[in-house]
């Protein structure tokens, strides 16, 4: 990654905690004037995610490290432990959020004001594009725990229009309806609680090194054959690291090829593969006699 993308995304981790501080604040004072227990719990929720946001571009960063003498492979790994971290903590909002839920339809209260409407408003186009920009980032780097930061602010986008939902309901429908938002905030939370086990999962995937999309094993496979003297490829395995890969291969060449030569054409498809995909941080070529195939 190079220095001004790197900026980009520091600059993008500035926002997304500054935004949060912000709506934050909004939200826990409308909730409490306009007796919208709802937003104070998403305002809370805020909370959350500005220290959940903090220490998952801090891990995010810290992944990118280069290798050293203590982690020759890199710091990749990192990023999959913030991952699990970022997904966690959505679960735990989940459950937060519906706790409060239930505990509020369990008691009696007054509709919220209307205007916790329009603030709600706000915040879901606002937390909407933050999410979409995390998406983003996280698709050009294939983060995951950047993509369990973009479904944090989804997350909340989504809890914010079950309140707002469930305070038009309260509002428009009178006396009997005073807890609509509650009900619609306990509904959105199933949403965030399945998003939080696919993050956890997908970065579990990654931390246990499992093999990554079969069109990247097969474009992988694809460039290794290209190379001059290369008979065939035997086996690929790719693996992910952060926002890096790590493969390896068994190549075919011909048998009474020297160990000069085959030394040669190892050096040749690593850098071919490396110079097409520059998330391939490193390739193990072992070599193989085309007449003579061996297992791993």
Not at 54 to 83: C, M, N, Q, R, V
Not at 90 to 103: L, R
Not at 114 to 130: C, G, M, R, S
Request: charged share 20%; with cysteine.
């Amino acid at each position: 990654m190079n220095r001004e993308s790197s900026n980009e995304l520091i600059g993008l981790g500035i926002l997304t905690v500054g935004t949060n501080l912000i709506l934050m604040i909004i939200k826990i004072t409308t909730g409490i004037l306009g007796n919208s227990y709802a937003l104070i719990a998403d305002g809370i929720e805020s909370a959350s995610d500005i220290i959940s946001s903090l220490i998952t571009w801090a891990g995010f960063h810290l992944s990118l490290k280069p290798p050293d003498k203590e982690h020759p492979y890199g710091h990749g790994k990192i990023e999959s432990l913030t991952g699990i971290f970022s997904g966690a903590s959505i679960i735990a909002a989940a459950i937060f959020i519906a706790y409060n839920s239930i505990k509020e339809i369990l008691t009696p209260n007054q509709p919220p004001d209307w205007f916790t409407l329009p603030v709600l408003i706000l915040v879901i186009i606002t937390k909407e594009i933050l999410s979409r920009k995390v998406l983003h980032a996280s698709s050009e780097t294939g983060s995951q725990a950047l993509k369990g930061d973009a479904w944090h602010h989804r997350s909340d986008a989504i809890t914010s229009a079950a309140a707002a939902f469930g305070i038009s309901i309260a509002i428009f429908g009178g006396k009997g309806y005073e807890m609509a938002d509650d009900w619609a905030a306990l509904v959105a939370c199933v949403v965030i609680l399945i998003n939080g086990i696919v993050i956890i999962k997908g970065s579990l995937h990654d931390v246990i090194d499992g093999s990554v999309d079969q069109e990247i094993i097969m474009a992988v496979t694809k460039l290794a054959t290209e190379v001059d003297d290369v008979v065939d490829v035997e086996k690929v395995r790719v693996r992910k690291s952060g926002i890096g890969l790590f493969a390896d291969m068994h190549v075919r060449v011909e048998p009474n090829m020297t160990v000069f030569e085959g030394h040669a054409v190892s050096h040749a498809v690593k850098e071919r593969i490396m110079s097409n995909d520059r998330r391939i941080r490193d390739v193990i070529v072992h070599l193989e006699p085309a007449q003579n195939i061996r297992q791993f």
